[in-house]
């Protein structure tokens, strides 16, 4: 845009935006303040795009995840060695590297035997400055100090933007106050910190934060601390944000999942949810019951098990109550299939599915009625309301609820990269799945954005039991055949814990995964679904474990869709063969990282064991790619031309200039 290319506006345009432009003036006050930040964006438009970094389906692994998020999946490691070269030894790249990742714990124990530490400051200190250095190159100075730590954040500033060798006196007299007033340590934890900011310039979490690792609330916590994320939902997460959103149905689900994982650590002691209640009730129902099928698939030295396998049981006859009363209110859900509770023969002990009889595994019912099998007993009731009102009183939890819905969504579409966790429900046919909510049939990106609304609405008016069939789609979004986060045709609970036969366990799968991951016309159908298409367009997935054992591979459809749960879940790494897939999209273009089985964080600093990640497939620009080309560039000429607007505005005497 020439010079005068402000005054190419005619006044009808202007005087049709004035309000705008004139809320626009209250920032902008006169034309030399408009005009310098044209020119400030204009520049930033011809940086380099900042690295992105996808993971997926974390599952509460929270030392993998935790060591993924500060090694940058390999791009850590990388700057440093496109920064040294062979200049240093590859000893030394990988102190330096666990330093960055690990700065505190790191530090300990290499002051612990280093001889001549001041020695060891000045050299770390120099190679770090260099890393952050590189590492800042492609943001303006505005964006970079604003990543400084505040305590050292005009002495990194002076650091970054040395040069020359008139200043190298200054450079080193500056490193050598640093360690002779005692602040080395302090300093080198701050500015590897710093580094970590700067590599990654924003986090896509593709789903499943929650379910059967360890430490969930842990990965929460640093997630609702990283500079810059969203998160696509995955079905556990939303189960989490039913339960944190009062639906009686999903607390159930989540405490029986932690009682099968034998997590109770995190609900008792991370999120202090009181589950003395259940236990008692487990006592006085179960006493004498082996309850054999509810044994946690995760047995631990110390922990109670006949405790839990009890509660384990417990928890799971009132899910399988309250989630039939859901299915009875809500037909439109066309789950009858899975009201299994009246299909019991009580006094045989058989359940009829179908046309088939089978025995069970578990006979003893004593808190259910026959003729009512699906109404919860005065004791359960109670139970499952005060399980209920401790969660609403976990400020812990409900914090890390709020930042799921506030930054999560049922998809995103960034930089023609189009992301969701599990699936766009496809009939047979490969046409899009409907599904009737409160009378109006949705599919597709419609059905996405309606139970994205469902989900923000059931939590806003959470633990107002007149909203209960708001919430209730919340638990259809966790196991129902036309849930995008599902994928599946059933869940099949209930048949796990009690029937034998195997053919009973099976949740077929949605068309999508048949479909979509063979054919690339169905990849693009969906792009084009939300308004994304283009050859570096790409569909980026997670909920499904790529199970390399077998020769499955995270790239699908010729390239067009990247899988990338590859088993960050412990127990899933027996199936995959691999400790999971992640993404990086950096200015040059798309790279798929392999990960190896992380031994633990513990093992990573003493050793400088770092996670074992493998380049597996890159997908390179001719060139470099600008921020121009992205949505943020997008934006950010839409403010350029706002800001000319203003301009002209201020040139034709519609808005006086104030200084």
């Known amino acids: 845009m020439s010079n005068n290319d402000n005054l190419s506006f005619s006044r009808e345009e202007l005087q049709d935006e004035i309000k705008y432009l004139r809320l626009l003036s209250d920032r902008f006050q006169n034309i030399q303040a408009a005009s310098t930040e044209v020119i400030n964006l204009e520049a930033i438009l011809n940086l380099p795009k900042g690295t992105e970094h996808f ?4 599952h509460g692994e929270y030392e993998t995840f935790s060591h993924v998020l500060a090694n940058a999946s390999g791009v850590v490691r990388k700057k440093i060695d496109d920064v040294f070269g062979k200049n240093i030894l ?58 400084m730590p505040p305590d050292f954040s005009y002495i990194i500033d002076e650091l970054l933007n040395e040069s020359g060798d008139d200043k190298d006196k200054y450079f080193e007299g500056i490193i050598n106050t640093i360690i002779r007033i005692d602040r080395a340590e302090a300093f080198i934890i701050a500015i590897c910190r710093f580094i970590q900011r700067l590599l990654i310039d924003r986090l896509h979490v593709i789903g499943d934060i929650f379910d059967r690792g360890p430490a969930p609330e842990k990965v929460m916590d640093r997630i609702v601390n990283y500079h810059s994320v969203d998160i696509q939902w995955g079905n556990h997460d939303m189960l989490w944000m039913g339960a944190a959103s009062g639906n009686r149905a999903l607390i159930a689900n989540m405490i029986r999942v932690s009682l099968r994982y034998n997590n109770i650590d995190t609900l008792e002691d991370a999120y202090g949810i009181n589950m003395m209640p259940l236990a008692t009730l487990a006592l006085h129902s179960y006493d004498n019951d082996q309850c054999e099928p509810f044994i946690p698939l995760v047995v631990e030295k110390g922990k109670d098990k006949d405790l839990v396998k009890k509660m384990h049981k417990a928890i799971s006859i009132i899910q399988f109550k309250l989630e039939g009363q859901i299915i009875e209110r809500n037909p439109q859900f066309d789950m009858r299939d899975r009201l299994l509770l009246d299909k019991v023969d009580y006094e045989k002990g058989t359940i009829r599915i179908g046309n088939k009889t089978y025995k069970l595994l578990d006979k003893n019912f004593p808190t259910i009625d026959p003729k ?31 930042f799921l819905i506030s930054h999560g969504s049922m998809y995103l579409s960034f930089n023609d990269n189009l992301m969701y966790h599990g699936c766009i429900p496809l009939t047979k046919k490969g046409d899009f799945a409907s599904l009737e909510i409160e009378g109006t049939s949705y599919s597709g990106k419609a059905l996405c954005d309606h139970f994205d609304r469902m989900a923000r609405k059931a939590y806003q ?42 053919e009973t366990h099976a949740e077929g799968k949605n068309s999508y995964y048949s479909l979509v991951y063979d054919g690339e016309e169905y990849c693009d159908k969906i792009l084009n679904e939300f308004g994304i298409g283009g050859p570096n367009s790409h569909i980026i997935n997670g909920h499904v ?17 990247f899988v990338i749960d590859g088993g960050m879940s412990k127990p899933y790494q027996k199936v995959t063969g691999v400790a999971g897939y992640t993404l990086i999209y950096n200015s040059y273009g798309l790279v798929l990282v392999e990960h190896e089985h992380f031994d633990s964080r513990q093992i990573a600093i003493q050793e400088e064991k770092d996670i074992i990640s493998k380049r597996i497939y890159i997908e390179a620009s001719a060139q470099r790619m600008r921020v121009r080309e992205t949505d943020i560039g997008k934006s950010l000429l839409a403010q350029i031309e706002d800001l000319h607007k203003l301009l002209a505005a201020y040139k034709r005497g519609l808005i006086k200039e104030r200084f």
């Open 90 to 147: 590859e000893k030394d790249k990988k102190i330096l590297a666990t330093l960055i990742y690990y700065p505190e714990e790191k530090l300990d124990l290499i002051l612990k035997d280093e001889e001549n530490p001041e020695e060891w400051f000045t050299v770390t200190l120099r190679r770090l400055v260099v890393v952050a250095q590189a590492a800042a190159s492609k943001y303006t100075r505005s964006k970079v100090r604003k990543a």
């Open 461 to 502: 008016f959470r633990f107002q039991r007149k909203y209960e069939p708001i919430s209730d789609y919340m638990w259809y979004l966790w196991c129902g055949a036309s849930s995008p986060l599902f994928g599946k045709t059933k869940m099949a609970t209930f048949e796990r814990y009690f029937l034998s036969e195997k």
């Open 55 to 58: 993971l997926s389906d974390i």
């Open 545 to 561: 474990p790529v199970q390399v054992k077998k020769g499955e591979t995270p790239i699908k459809a010729g390239g067009k869709l």
């Open 372 to 402: 009512n099998p699906y109404q919860l007993n005065e004791e359960e009731a109670a139970v499952i309301d005060k399980l209920a009102n401790s969660i609403k009183n976990s400020s812990r939890l409900q914090k890390h609820i709020a």
